[in-house]
């Protein structure tokens, strides 16, 4: 083994890993698995030029750069589908500015080749144990079972990516609180990004906690009782109290794998207060609304996302169909009142 200096960054995709657990490093036989840690430095610059830290601070990298990275997959149309490896190479692609890594399979023309990392070899403790995010859990409920009456659920759900679901949330949040109640967030689905939950914590929410918190680096492929788990432990741990509200982000869009697995589960559908869709455009607002029903029997009690910092396109889908919009960006709390009360 081989010990690691200070000064290397500690990523968000980290996040239930202390710093002082991180003693050395080595090269073994192993198969990587999603949570485990490895050590590298940047090599090529690619897409991602920075790192997010566990406080949500972003680095700058260079080349040389040397930081903790995680191993996991990554699901994201605008950018990577990434996979975890079978074997751990000397060089890794940076999926995520939150430090996880693994084998870019495809990607959206839109971006650059991703940034390499040289892999040095896996994390160890101060035993020789390899370290993984999984192992740690910062997510400890008081009890396994839920009480009848829960925090009502502002579920905010989107087309695909940057559809505007975080900016919705954080209107939501930003609404409840001023009006006086108490509200938590989280961020049930993704790829570790710490600034959506601090937009959440930004708009009033407190505390925030996302699938990190229970040492997930993504939750891209997991096993459909792991993603259940993910949702029903954080409501364990959130949402006990009926006087206050729970604003949750599910990630990307309808038809994504552990969304779709979400809506089909009554767990979560029984426990929805509110259901609140964003879109990037009017068509693809009123494609999903299609897709709400026909798929999963839901019908949203609100619209927002992008598509609804535009007058024109409130007027295209106000020709469609009656259900409120709400422009997330420039906030109407009456309105906002009517919809999540």
Same mark, same amino acid.
């Given at each position: 083994m081989k010990k690691i200096r200070d000064g290397f960054i500690l990523p968000s995709a980290a996040f239930t890993i202390a710093r002082a657990k991180i003693r050395h490093y080595e090269r073994i036989d192993k198969a990587p698995e999603v949570g485990d840690l490895v050590y590298g430095r940047v090599g090529?610059? =690619?897409? $991602?030029s920075a790192l997010e830290n566990k406080e949500g601070r972003i680095h700058a990298i260079n080349d040389g750069t040397r930081a903790i990275f995680v191993v996991g997959n990554r699901y994201a149309p605008d950018y990577y589908e990434g996979l975890v490896p079978d074997d751990l190479p000397k060089q890794l692609d940076l999926l995520a500015q939150s430090g996880i890594v693994g084998v870019v399979k495809c990607k959206s023309s839109t971006v650059k080749d991703p940034t390499q990392v040289k892999i040095e070899g896996y994390v160890c403790d101060a035993g020789g144990k390899t370290l993984n995010t999984r192992d740690c859990n910062r997510i400890v409920p008081k009890t396994k079972t839920k009480r009848p009456n829960r925090a009502k659920l502002v579920l905010n759900i989107g087309t695909s990516m940057n559809s505007g679901k975080s900016t919705t949330a954080a209107a939501c949040c930003w609404a409840l609180t001023t009006m006086g109640h108490k509200v938590r967030g989280s961020k049930v689905t993704g790829t570790a990004s710490l600034k959506d939950i601090l937009l959440m914590e930004d708009n009033g929410a407190s505390p925030v906690a996302d699938f990190t918190y229970l040492g997930y680096p993504s939750t891209y492929l997991l096993e459909p009782t792991e993603v259940l788990n993910i949702f029903n432990s954080l409501d364990l741990k959130y949402a006990n109290s009926p006087r206050n509200y729970w604003v949750v982000e599910i990630a990307d869009g309808l038809l994504q794998r552990e969304t779709a697995l979400l809506l089909e589960s009554e767990e979560v559908r029984t426990r929805i207060h509110k +259901?609140? %869709?964003? &879109? $990037? *455009? &009017? %068509?693809g607002a009123i494609g999903g609304l299609d897709v709400l029903k026909s798929r999963f029997n839901l019908a949203p009690d609100a619209i927002s996302g992008?598509?609804?910092? #535009?007058?024109? =396109?409130?007027?295209? +889908?106000? &020709?469609?169909? *009656? !259900?409120?919009? %709400?422009? #997330? +960006?420039?906030? *109407? !709390?009456?309105? !906002? &009142?009517?919809? !999540? +009360?």
């Open positions: 090529y610059i =690619g897409q $991602h +259901l609140v %869709f964003s &879109a $990037h *455009d &009017a %068509f992008v598509c609804s910092s #535009s007058p024109l =396109g409130i007027r295209e +889908l106000q &020709a469609y169909t *009656d !259900l409120p919009i %709400f422009n #997330s +960006l420039q906030r *109407d !709390l009456n309105q !906002l &009142a009517s919809i !999540l +009360l």
